[in-house]
């Protein structure tokens, strides 16, 4: 997770919350950096825009909110043995599920990343995104920004 507080962010007023769509992104540039603000579930997420498998702009891709994700049961595919003995992977009758989401998926080759880790949950991208830290103030959305892309002294 790479949210940093203190000295080193600065909050700053991105946008407005009635600017980003319920399940939709959206893109800001602020001083070096690529910016996406997420709208997931109600509740607001910070990141990198850039997906780090090859630099598609995250705020365009797909959101999926908090849910769980059950695995196809085993005994419907494949069929189990004439016997009735479990496959070796689970039992016939074991809910297998895990939480899912918030997520965000890459529009150009289909990864996923965590919206509150920034973890990449889908291949093909391994690395993580940049999360920022995001508070809403009345309907103000601020992000804190790591100074280093505030700086723009030696930018061209
Ligand atoms: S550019 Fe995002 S998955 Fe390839």
Redesign the pocket.
Known sequence: MSTQTGNDVQFIRICDIKDVSAEKGKSFRIGKLFLAVFHSDGKFFATSDI??????L?SEGWLEGTHMEYLPRVDKYPPLPPSGEACGFHAPDDPVGWLVGPTVE?P????TFDLRTGEAKTL??SEPIEVFAIEIKGSDVMVGIPVQYLDTAGSH
């Open positions: 997906c780090t498998h090859e630099h598609e995250l890459c150009r080759h289909g990864a093909p991208a």
